[in-house]
T-cell receptor
Framework: AQTVTQSQPEMSVQEAETVTLSCTYD???????LFWYKQPPSRQMILVIR??????QNATENRFSVNFQKAAKSFSLKISDSQLGDAAMYFCSFSGSYDKVIFGPGTSLSVIP | GAVVSQHPSWVICKSGTSVKIECRSLDFQATTMFWYRQFPKQSLMLMAT?????????EQGVEKDKFLINHASLTLSTLTVTSAHPEDSSFYIC??????????????FGEGSRLTVL
């Protein structure tokens, strides 16, 4: 069974600084997708970034980038130039051949003005 | 991106009554809908997967007779919490992939429904 682990329940970052959120996963599949979703206080889930496992190049989306290490089954999210609006719960998630999306426990990110 | 509309956004009901939550895909056909439950400050726990025109698949530990899921059309899936009790109070979220756009597993989420059972 697939599992997703986020070892940092809470993180904080100074505004304009950079923060990295950690995620590891376990799977026996070779073809899958990884995602980072953001859940602000409104609780609407928002896709931050997506990575296809077959792609070696790390995905980037403006201030958001990932460090995907397939062999280590690691998928960290880096947020550069942090903004107050980045404060939210961040969920790392995995989608494999069965199309189910499995979520990690989440990391609560605070941005300090 | 694709839009999923979920209603009601919040509902309060008396213990023993039933509550229906609707999720509609507004600009795509959702052949599959996932229903999640989220407790405060916790992650999303998959309850069941519904497929249009067939019976839902429930995750282990989820009571199928309590959480009735219907996926009657390609744009509508409903979750009915039957004989609700206070322990059913939670935040329920639906989501669906839009396979036609090749999003590779990306889910489009409803706004969520907060259920409070008195």
């Amino acid at each position: 069974a697939q599992t997703v682990t986020q070892s940092q329940p809470e993180m904080s970052v100074q505004e304009a600084e950079t923060v990295t959120l950690s995620c590891t996963y376990d799977t026996s599949e070779s073809d899958y997708y990884l995602f980072w979703y953001k859940q602000p206080p409104s609780r609407q889930m928002i896709l931050v970034i997506r990575q296809e496992a077959y792609k070696q190049q790390n995905a980037t989306e403006n201030r958001f980038s990932v460090n995907f290490q397939k062999a280590a089954k690691s998928f960290s999210l880096k947020i550069s130039d942090s903004q107050l609006g980045d404060a939210a719960m961040y969920f790392c998630s995995f989608s494999g051949s069965y199309d189910k999306v499995i979520f990690g426990p989440g990391t609560s990110l605070s941005v300090i003005p | 991106g694709a839009v999923v509309s979920q209603h009601p956004s919040w509902v309060i009901c008396k213990s023993g009554t039933s509550v229906k939550i609707e999720c509609r895909s507004l600009d795509f056909q959702a052949t599959t809908m996932f229903w999640y439950r989220q407790f405060p400050k916790q992650s999303l726990m998959l309850m069941a997967t519904s497929n249009e025109g067939s019976k839902a698949t429930y995750e282990q530990g989820v009571e199928k007779d309590k959480f009735l899921i219907n996926h009657a059309s390609l744009t509508l899936s409903t979750l009915t919490v039957t004989s609700a009790h206070p322990e059913d109070s939670s935040f329920y979220i639906c989501s669906a992939p839009d396979a036609s756009r090749g999003h590779g597993g990306e889910l489009f989420f409803g706004e969520g429904s907060r259920l409070t059972v008195l």
